[in-house]
């Protein structure tokens, strides 16, 4: 739920069409993430959801939303150039319908490819991605670096930025 602060009385039909039609367009709610390593392939960290085994929490979902988690994956050498699975993802949520009665599952998965093809690297490359990642290491790093000094540990904190 959101909360508002209304300054007149005269608002309070405007916040009130507001609340029910964000209420109206979620389709789910409850929503978790999970992804599993698949083919020998390890899903080794969500970033922001510590706890693998748990899933990420995405709560609410609204129709055409988009939600984007960045994971890491240890992937075994491929020798194959055909896209191979390396992890599932699976959904689990519970419908506005059901009115918490069942859970429902819907399951996709990841694949990657192999190329030797320079263009089709460089063109299939997403800057989004790379940023987001590099923002969600950065944040690990400093969360590390904090604790570290906190404990007044500052060679362990040196010896971290040098890595």
């Known amino acids: 739920g959101n909360y508002f602060y209304i300054h007149g009385a005269n608002l309070i039909p405007k916040f009130v069409n507001a609340a029910l039609n964000e209420a109206l367009n979620i389709m789910c709610y409850n929503t978790i993430c999970h992804i599993v390593g698949k083919n020998g392939n390890a899903v080794s960290k969500i970033y922001d959801h510590d706890d693998l ?6 709560g609410e979902l609204s129709h055409n939303d988009t939600r984007a988690l960045v994971v890491e994956i240890e992937c075994k050498p491929v020798e194959q150039v ?4 390396i992890a599932e ?4 949520y519970t419908t506005v319908e059901s009115q918490g009665k069942d859970r429902k ?3 996709k998965t990841i694949e990657v490819g192999c190329t030797e ?4 690297v460089k063109n299939s490359r997403r800057d989004e991605v790379l940023v987001a990642t590099v923002i969600k ?8 670096l904090g604790r570290l000094l906190d404990k007044k540990q500052c060679d ?4 971290v930025v040098q890595k």
């Open 53 to 58: 085994e748990v899933g990420a929490s995405l």
């Open 82 to 85: 055909e896209n191979q699975i």
């Open 89 to 92: 993802l699976v959904l689990e």
């Open 105 to 107: 599952q819907e399951k």
């Open 117 to 120: 093809d320079a263009w089709q």
């Open 137 to 144: 290491q950065t944040g690990v790093l400093d969360q590390e």
């Open 156 to 159: 362990k904190a040196l010896e």
